[in-house]
């Protein structure tokens, strides 16, 4: 897109000279940005905090710098279940699925579509909830004024994350099934269950007849066993209240007439605990998967590895400091120590031939740290973590998604009132998605084992990923950053048949790499050469050109020597690389957009503002009246506008569908 925008500027050379370039408070050119001075006086939106970190020191001792990787053809005892390509979705918090997937039926995002569509491209499907703790309170209502599709109601807001209660109408269900056509999501939704006596189900007779088989799963409670600690049922209530509810809702489902079929019966999932105060099994132990076998799509369960509600909301906890914690994020003994207490519990659901989703997680609950959960390390983090919950047996994961407010979203818009001169801001954690679909793939043979090579050395973890039970791709990381080169890593692959039946090591393997200089780095993080760029510069589409690195392989040792950088991760295709296809790639139209501005790459270069730092027209709070690029700008941005984009915009229409991936 940067392309385009070189004719744009040369069509407007009076523009172009007015442009005077101020950053936003703190938001300085990523690189020059050191963290605490700039970070400190910054009070925007979390989501575009500009805190830098400094990265981890290397490890003493360092991980050795060469290992073997010695695979075999044929099967590998111990490798996962089938996974399928689609097992990292999304958990989008209902009261932003207005700003996220769109503002109505007829007006939905069209950056959000062609991530998703990304996905779909890799994976062939993805998975999306709408729900969270807002579902609990929501209420389906007839219509709300000037076609909208929610409404807050602040009257009263409470509780930790202080959420507040929803009104949304059916044109939400209208909207997700109209993203349905075009790209291939499907969807989970879920019942408010906070009232049970009797339970509001309309959401049930609204969104089955819409949604139809783009609709997987209902989820029955979220989080019941946080439900007494945050003041929503007696200290007294367990596991077996949760078992007597789910027969309740079951009864309900039949005689209120909101499922005539029967299927909605057929699509609940629970219990969805969140590691509170009950585990898994105190739930499994009342018999609620033999019970409720045919009703339960999915067993489910929550699990964030930490929180930041002390700093978010002010709960009088002792506060945690992200450079303090940022180690925890990049190691990978966090993840099995994270996943260790689960494992009887994929193995439970295995034995009842159920499929166990962790349904709602991210770097850490109340919106993750500043610095981790929007840095580099948190993608490498994210692909990690997601490849040893598929290893463990879990059968996908959702990561979550919520406002302005919040550090760690894969994807975030831009606030309204910037939609027509910014884009949207893609966090790390959507480029493990990424990675993680392409990894995965569309076979449905899939099988991931964590080969705890390098002598399980934490920092430099690796998997196999196998197809019909052969060996086709390898995921390697380097959690380590030196940009000396010294502590580069080199994975030294063979491939044999059983028995000592001789080598089938290819002659040459492919190399994707997920890069960045530092684990520290936000923006700009790159997949096989491509990126969504910095904040707010993405219409969803990766841009740059594709950079597929390919390994000769030694035919004489029969070995194939890949270097993953520190830090950094790479994905190896022992067959070609085009073997993980999904689908046709698709992007979309700029029709759908509320303002055909959010479609053009504006970079941070190239926007103006004379209103500068911390001025009231503070351009990275979402309730500034005054945008960055608005009042004052004798002849910058503003008049930037009207010119570029309707050029853009016809620019676009010939550019919209070329483009590889
Ligand atoms: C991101 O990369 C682009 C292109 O290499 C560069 O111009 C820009 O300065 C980088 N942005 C940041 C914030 O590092
Ligand atoms: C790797 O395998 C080769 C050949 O089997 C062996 O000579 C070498 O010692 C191994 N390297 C490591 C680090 O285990
Ligand atoms: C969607 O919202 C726009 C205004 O933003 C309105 O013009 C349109 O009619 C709405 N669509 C529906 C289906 O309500
Ligand atoms: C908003 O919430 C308050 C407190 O829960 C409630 O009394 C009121 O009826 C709600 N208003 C609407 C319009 O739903
Ligand atoms: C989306 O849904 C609305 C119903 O509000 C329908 O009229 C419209 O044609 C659909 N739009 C697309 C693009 O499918
Ligand atoms: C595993 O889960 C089952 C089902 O809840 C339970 O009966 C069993 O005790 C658990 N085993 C362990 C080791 O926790
Ligand atoms: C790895 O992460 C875990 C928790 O996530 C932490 O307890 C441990 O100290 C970390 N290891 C290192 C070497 O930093
Ligand atoms: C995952 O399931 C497979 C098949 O049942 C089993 O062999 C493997 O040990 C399990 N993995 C883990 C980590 O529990
Ligand atoms: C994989 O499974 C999905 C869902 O069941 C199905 O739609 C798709 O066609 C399957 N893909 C292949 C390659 O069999
Ligand atoms: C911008 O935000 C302010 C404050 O929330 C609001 O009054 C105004 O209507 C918004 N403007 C737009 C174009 O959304």
Known sequence: MARLLLPLLLFSPTVFAAITVVYAPGQAP??????????????????????VLNAPPIPNPPPPSNFNVSLITGGTPGASIVQSGDFVGFSVEMSVSNQVLGKNSTNIQVPFLNL?????????????RVGGNSQESATLVPSIPDGKILTKNLTGVTGTTATPPLEYSADLFYMMANISTMTNVRWFLGIP?????PFDLSIVGSAQVILGDTLIGYQAANEPDLYNNHGHR?????????????SDCISQLASDGV???????TLLMGPSVADGNWSPEMVWDTGFVDTYSNNLAFLTVEKYP????????????????????????LNHTAHTALLAPYLNSTAFAQSKNKKLLMFETNTASCGGFAGISDSFGAALWGLDYSLQMAHSNFSGALFHVGGQNVFYNPFTPPPTNQSSFHQWTIGPIFYSALVMAEAIGPSNTTQVLDLQVNGNNEFTPGYAIYENGDPARVALFNYVTDPSGASDVTAVISVAQPNGGGSSTPSSVQVKYLSAASVSQKGNITWAGQTYGSIFESDGRLTGSEDVKTVQCDTTAQTCSV??????????????????????????ATTALTKTANTATIAATVLATSNGHGGPGDPLNENSELGSTSKGSTNGAEGLRPATLLLTAALLVGAMFVGRR
């Not at 050191?34 to 805190?51: E, H, L, M, R, V």
């Not at 269950?193 to 006596?197: E, L, Q």
Request: hydrophobic share 40%.
């Open 193 to 197: 269950w906070f009232v049970t006596t």
């Open 563 to 588: 270097t993953v950088p520190a830090p950094g991760f790479a994905l190896v295709f022992l067959k070609s690389q085009d073997d993980t296809a999904g689908a046709p790639s698709k992007t979309f």
């Open 116 to 128: 998703m569509a990304s996905i779909v491209q890799r994976a062939g499907s993805v998975r999306l």
């Open 259 to 265: 499922d005539p079929t029967g299927k909605a019966a």
């Open 234 to 246: 007696a200290a007294s209530y367990g596991p077996f209240d949760y078992y007597g509810e789910f």
């Open 30 to 51: 990523l690189g020059t940005a050191t963290g605490s001075a700039s970070a400190a006086a910054y009070s925007g939106s979390a989501a575009y905090n500009p805190t």
């Open 306 to 329: 930490t929180d930041n509600c002390a700093a978010q909301f002010n709960t009088g906890g002792p506060i945690i400091d992200p450079q303090t914690v940022f180690p925890d994020f």
